[in-house]
């Protein structure tokens, strides 16, 4: 049983399901905003959030924390260096999530997730 569990499984067992998130917030930190299914961008949503709220502290520990969450250095670097200093002053809802249309071939809701 699932009681209280609120985090979306994806259709995937968990290593691919990990993967896959780990690689659309890699995405969503280095182009800044990306196009994908609005179950997608409504897990990535918090995950995302939470990165960008670690990368206010630079320190080692933030470091190691982006490291291990993201894939690639220049990502880690991007958020410690360009994202986190951007969003100094804000407390939290550093991303927003636009509807766009339905995907022709299977009618899948596509949005547009991107920061503030």
């Known amino acids: 049983m699932r009681h209280r ?3 979306k499984i994806l259709d995937r067992k968990k290593g691919p399901r990990e993967a896959l998130l780990r690689s ?4 969503l930190v280095l182009y800044e905003k990306i196009k994908t299914t609005d179950g997608k961008a409504a897990t990535i949503k918090p995950i995302v959030e939470r990165l960008i709220t670690k990368g206010k502290v630079n320190n080692l520990a933030s470091r190691r924390y ?3 969450h993201l894939y690639g250095e220049n990502a880690v670097k991007k958020v ?3 994202l986190a200093p951007r969003y100094k002053d804000r407390k ?3 991303t927003r999530i636009i509807k766009i249309s339905a995907r022709s071939g299977d009618a899948a809701k596509i949005v547009q997730i991107e920061f503030v």
């Open 5 to 7: 569990n609120v985090n």
């Open 24 to 27: 659309l917030a890699t995405s």
């Open 66 to 68: 982006l490291l291990a």
């Open 80 to 82: 410690l260096e360009e």
């Open 92 to 94: 939290g809802g550093y």
